[in-house]
């Protein structure tokens, strides 16, 4: 997975998390298992249910298009989930 790069610090693993992953294909994982649209909308508003105020971390390839993930993020808001965070990879220090 090609992450985009950012200088802000990571919040991966942060407490009631989701972790939602799109590879350079589109395909989605929920907490690292391939999800449907129709799958990831059950799960997630189960999830929204049993966990209070959890927060969806989004790790999207770099590759995928901007569609795609707007789609997701519709996916997650419908499902009750307001919280999303979106991952990214550390920059490398310049020399």
């Not at 610090?9 to 129709?38: I, R």
Request: hydrophobic fraction near 50%; aromatic fraction near 4%.
């Amino acid at each position: 997975l090609d992450l985009p790069r950012s200088n802000v610090a990571s919040v991966a693993n942060a407490p009631a998390a989701v972790m939602l992953t799109v590879d350079k294909s589109g395909q989605a994982f929920l907490n690292d298992k391939p999800v449907t649209l129709a799958e990831l909308a059950q799960q997630l508003a189960q999830l929204a249910v049993a966990a209070p105020d959890p927060e969806l971390q989004l790790r999207a390839d770099t590759a995928v298009p901007y569609g795609r993930v707007v789609a997701l993020m519709g996916v997650a808001q419908k499902a009750g989930l307001g919280r999303i965070g979106f991952v990214a990879e550390p920059e490398q220090p310049t020399r």
